[in-house]
């Protein structure tokens, strides 16, 4: 189903906004199937070559990157919600062919692997359960990683 369907805006080809708002509505909608750019942009009634302009010039990235950057938001709320469920599944459930796959992004955006992740998130929601530890015993629960230097994570998002 095409999200034109879903949301009959009209699109303007220099009204950046709408390009990507209506660009990212179809990743919340489809980010767990695959999703061709070209049959995308076709489904939001753009050209490929706008939508990619478009996704350079005002989020710095292609738009595969940015579904890619979506779907590991996506994988990190997943994993953070359920920390104990399989990273197989849950990867799967975001869109990613493989595991492998979803780790390899995973550590190229954020400096850690997918099980240190979970890690974190496991004790995290140890210490949630217990809620008797002080804050300063949770700080040493969770080792202090690399910095990670992002202009967007699941936390801030551009505008």
């Not at 805006?9 to 695959?34: C, N």
Request: with cysteine; charged share 20%; glycine share 4%.
């Amino acid at each position: 189903m095409a999200l034109r369907q879903l949301n009959p805006r009209v699109v303007h080809r220099t009204d950046s906004t709408d390009v990507i708002t209506l660009a990212m509505e179809y990743f919340a909608r489809f980010f767990a199937q695959p999703i061709a750019i070209p049959a995308m942009a076709q489904a939001l009634g753009v050209g490929l070559s706008t939508l990619e302009y478009h996704f350079d010039r005002y989020r710095g990235r292609t738009t595969f990157q940015a579904l890619i950057h979506y779907r590991l938001n996506r994988l990190c709320d997943a994993i953070s919600h359920n920390p104990s469920a399989r990273l197989t599944d849950q990867a799967a459930s975001c869109g990613f062919n493989s595991v492998c796959e979803a780790n390899r992004e995973f550590i190229a955006n954020f400096s850690q692997n997918l099980v240190q992740y979970r890690d974190q998130c496991l004790k995290v929601e140890l210490w949630r359960q217990t809620q008797s530890a002080d804050p300063e015993e949770m700080l040493e629960m969770v080792p202090a990683g690399p910095q990670i230097c992002n202009s967007e994570s699941r936390f801030h998002r551009d505008p």
